[in-house]
């Protein structure tokens, strides 16, 4: 769940990498079996530790018993995003700490696949039955070159969440399915008007959450529109305008300049981007542009927080692009992956226990304890998943088909900074035009990756 701060992502809705190399083993008791290191987040990416904890074990248990000439040492990662990444970077630089079993963020995956850590799997893709199941924009997200060097383990993606029974006091109506951005900030501004109590709508702004902002808030908007891009098709240079990058500040704009937003003041307490769990379940909200995992997170079996009521009172949407042109929903995706290593001294193992986390039981055990969206669509479909978390589950698997990946790129994080801080200063400065916002954004871009890194679209 990126939310826990970015799980996603982001989710929260993140995306990582699961990476194999296999040792021999060091001790006496099992100098026979070849050890396989897994190294993993041990309390950020799960919901909670103890699941985390529970579901690692597992895959360990079923790894052994399922091949008793190996066995899985669990190496866990403690801290935040950007610990598991720096920590990863550390074990990498020889071969003798590089982990046969890594996690780290999607975005990272071009990283460390152009430094050499990690192992191409076309010649064992081939042979899986999950691998055709999933989307192609799935496929594609650990892809460089030709050569798949990830495959996701479980993503995040957005929609909107609204409340039943705000909408009924708005005279808004109970089915809701906006067919553009125009409908969205009608509704907001009706809210407004009629229920004083709430506020209407949440659009992350802020840079205090750095990618995951972009990954829960600004990105989808983006995705949504014209031109929907953060890089340039051809020259991968960073867009600092374009059709798509000025709709989205017209949009910020209209929201933060109206009072529609909630206050920058909230925006970043306890998490930031969770925060319309809780902002939901005390009555105070109306509509938020929200991560999957925000459905998860009201189960008894997560309690972030507990709402046992929850799907009587809150109503699940896809996100619609701009003006409802095809193809009619938008949405980020990024979640986590698993990848073999480089240096993995029995490829073959490594890609057993890569296969083992991938299948049926795992692939839905680790969605629900992460609030994730399975990467298979046939899994996503699956009652284990779908009823764990109705009826936000069944949307986050109707939008994944439709969602468009973040930059996987060390260089993201410059410009998810420097939007951020625009739309921040739109929320703090409700008078901020959008020309000053615009400004502010690409002065940033500009200074710190240079002009030549830069472009501007029309």
């Known amino acids: 769940m990126l939310a826990k701060a970015v799980r996603c992502l982001f989710a929260g809705a993140s995306a990582s990498v699961l990476m194999v190399v296999a040792t021999p083993a060091a001790s006496s008791a099992s100098s026979s079996k070849v050890v396989v290191t897994l190294a993993y987040s041990s309390n950020y990416v799960l919901d909670t530790t103890p699941l985390t904890t529970k579901y690692y074990n597992s895959i360990a248990k079923q790894f052994d018993a399922k091949y008793p000439s190996a066995t899985v040492k669990l190496l866990p990662i403690p801290g935040s995003y950007n610990d598991i990444v720096t920590k990863l970077s550390l074990l990498y630089r ?5 982990p046969d079993v890594a996690e780290m963020p999607t975005e990272q995956i071009g990283q460390f696949a152009s430094s050499g850590d990690l192992l191409a799997l076309n010649k064992f893709l081939p042979k899986s039955s999950w691998w055709p199941t999933f989307p192609k924009v799935v496929q594609e997200e650990g892809t460089f070159g030709g050569k798949v060097y990830a495959v996701n383990q479980g993503e995040n993606d957005e929609f909107v969440y609204y409340d039943k029974s705000v909408f009924k006091q708005a005279g808004l109506p109970p089915a809701w399915r906006p067919k553009n951005w125009a409908e969205i900030l009608k509704a907001a501004e009706q809210i407004k008007a009629k229920v004083s109590s709430v506020y209407p709508l949440w659009l992350y702004a802020s840079n205090l959450s750095g990618a995951s902002g972009v990954l829960q808030g600004a990105g989808n908007l983006l995705y949504g529109t014209q031109t929907p891009y953060i890089q340039a098709p051809k020259t991968n240079k960073w867009v600092i305008q374009s059709p798509g ?27 930031g981007i969770g925060d319309p769990t809780t902002l939901f379940k005390d009555g105070k909200l109306g509509i938020a542009i929200g991560s999957n995992y925000y459905g998860g997170g009201w189960t008894k079996l997560v309690s972030s927080p507990y ?62 304890y992460a609030g994730f969206v399975p990467p298979s669509t046939k899994f996503g479909k699956d009652p284990a998943f779908v009823d764990f978390a109705a009826p936000y589950n069944a949307v986050s698997v109707e939008v994944l088909p439709y969602g468009r990946l973040i930059p996987s790129s060390s260089n993201f994080a410059v410009w998810a900074y420097g939007f951020g801080e625009a739309t921040g200063n739109m929320a703090l400065h409700p008078s901020t035009t959008v020309s000053q916002a615009l400004s502010t954004f690409q002065g940033y871009v500009k200074n710190q990756l240079g002009s030549s890194a830069v472009v501007a679209m029309k």
């Open 94 to 98: 020889s071969r003798s700490t590089a």
């Open 245 to 271: 990058i000025d709709a989205v500040m017209k949009f910020y704009h209209e929201v933060y300049s109206k009072g529609l937003g909630v206050p920058l003041s909230v925006l970043p307490a306890n998490g």
């Open 307 to 368: 709402w046992p009521e929850a799907s009587k009172v809150i109503g699940a949407t896809p996100l619609p692009t701009e003006f409802g042109q095809a193809p009619g929903i938008a949405t980020t995706i990024g979640g986590w992956d698993l990848a073999l290593g480089a240096a993995t001294r029995n490829a073959q193992y490594a890609w057993d226990l890569l296969n083992l986390m991938e299948d049926a039981q795992n692939s839905l055990t680790v969605a629900n």
